[in-house]
């Protein structure tokens, strides 16, 4: 049934009759509550950008030859924080008894949260420092991301789940590029202007949605926590769901796949193409991020539409998945930088078709609706622990043959078996089709 009035509890004491298939608990939602979802979605697409170009940027500055090591240990540690708070996250909203509403209150912790996360990076002076920004931001993005998914279930039919999906998944690919390009035209205003620019940018977008939200409201307490509900927090029984089990493991396998991409892109460039110079290295990294976009939008509509329209994600996130492959294959075998932005644009494509159909397939895989917000915070893991076991993956594979970890070709093999683990993963989801 569909809320008709904010006030209303969100899940009534049992029992609940069961939604209708295409209905959602959220209320009808303004036109501006559109434009500010896909903001949000735009503004830690930015926020990605930044962390790509201004993090390895100013490690490389710092110590070129321990820039990789340093950042896999910047990521993995942030990845570490993240991947234990934003399930939690998940829970709390579930149960929030807050005027806010159940959603809102963390949209806005979390842009607060990154915005100081930004400021610590702007004035980092080592490591430790420039560490502690980085696990505030991700974690301040880790709430605003639970919040966004968690919408999907919230305020979303099913009908237009794939092309919301699209939608969602062009805005933050569009925000990479803008946050990418962004941080790399303002490295000349230095550390500062470098993470303050396009992170205050970021923030100031994704509060919109925490104005424009037309939020659920609990006005009955939650039940009590026992030690099982605090255990599932963080899991659900994959012999009880399957289906939730394998959509996961896809997720986790084709995020681990692009992670090791993008969390090095700026380091391969400068490694294969024997570039040192900052300016250069962004703008390759720029023309490669905007290869990945144009074919991301194109094949991300293109599926979206498809999906939607004949009710299938499988196939769609099959070919997402090799077509990815695919790309990362011809990134490697050349050493030219022609080709290596053609294979980057192949990736995107197949990206891009992935996204068409991931969250639609994960939201109809989630065992219930009343525990939407948990149960995303749990799909959030799937993307949040290849940003800890990625940098620990690509510190050691990297330095296979290369003491300063330079071997990146082992890296993008390596992304190729996970693109193809995700491919075979998701045709074991028996209940979406």
Not at 61 to 90: C, H, K, M, R, Y
Not at 155 to 181: P, Y
Not at 184 to 211: K, R
Request: proline letters at 5%; hydrophobic letters at 55%; glycine letters at 10%.
């Amino acid at each position: 049934m569909m809320s008709t009035h904010a006030v209303d509890p969100v899940f009534p004491s049992p029992p609940v009759p069961p939604l209708a298939e295409d209905a959602i608990p959220g209320e009808r939602q303004s036109w501006w509550f559109w434009v500010a979802f896909a903001l949000t979605w735009f503004a830690t697409g930015i926020a990605q950008g930044v962390a790509g170009v201004a993090v390895p940027q100013l490690l490389k500055e710092w110590d070129p030859e321990q820039a990789t090591g340093n950042l896999s240990i910047v990521l993995t540690v942030g990845g570490a924080a993240i991947l234990i708070t934003t399930p939690i996250f998940g829970r709390l909203s579930d149960r929030s008894m807050s005027r806010l509403g159940i959603r809102r209150p963390w949209i806005l912790y979390g842009v607060l949260v990154a915005a100081a996360g930004y400021v610590v990076q702007a004035f980092a002076r080592d490591l430790l420092m420039l560490g502690a920004g980085v696990i505030l931001v991700l974690i301040g993005w880790g709430a605003v991301s639970m919040t966004v998914h968690t919408l999907f279930a919230d305020q979303i039919r099913r009908r237009i789940r794939a092309i919301m999906s699209a939608v969602t998944g062009a805005a933050t690919t569009l925000g990479i590029l803008g946050g990418v390009a962004l941080a790399g035209n303002v490295a000349g205003a230095g550390q500062a202007g470098m993470f303050l620019i396009p992170g205050g940018l970021s923030v100031l977008l994704a509060i919109t949605l925490f104005f424009s939200l037309r939020d659920l409201h609990r006005t009955q307490p939650a039940p009590p926590l026992d030690w099982r509900a605090v255990r599932e927090t963080f899991w659900l029984s994959p012999r009880r769901y399957p289906d939730f089990a394998w959509a996961w493991t896809c997720r986790f396998f084709m995020t681990a796949s692009i992670v090791s991409v993008t969390s090095y892109l700026y380091l391969t460039i400068s490694s294969r193409f024997g570039i040192d110079d900052p300016a250069e290295i962004a703008g390759i990294q720029t023309q490669a991020t905007a290869a990945f976009t144009v074919m991301n939008l194109v094949m991300a509509f293109v599926f979206g539409v498809v999906s939607d329209r004949t009710g299938r994600r499988k196939p769609t996130v099959v070919i997402g998945a090799l077509t990815s492959a695919a790309g990362l294959v011809f990134a490697v075998a050349f050493g030219d930088i022609a080709f290596f932005l053609i294979g980057i644009a192949i990736v995107g494509a197949g990206q891009g078709a992935y996204i068409a159909a991931d969250v639609a397939l994960m939201t109809e895989c989630l065992p219930s609706t009343e525990d939407a917000g948990k149960d995303l915070g749990i799909v959030a893991l799937a993307y949040l622990l290849p940003g800890i076991l990625v940098p620990v993956f690509g510190f050691f594979v990297t330095r296979i043959d290369s003491p300063t970890g330079e071997n990146f070709v082992a890296l993008y093999v390596g992304a190729v078996v996970m693109a193809l683990l995700a491919a075979f993963a998701v045709t074991r989801v028996k209940a979406v089709r």
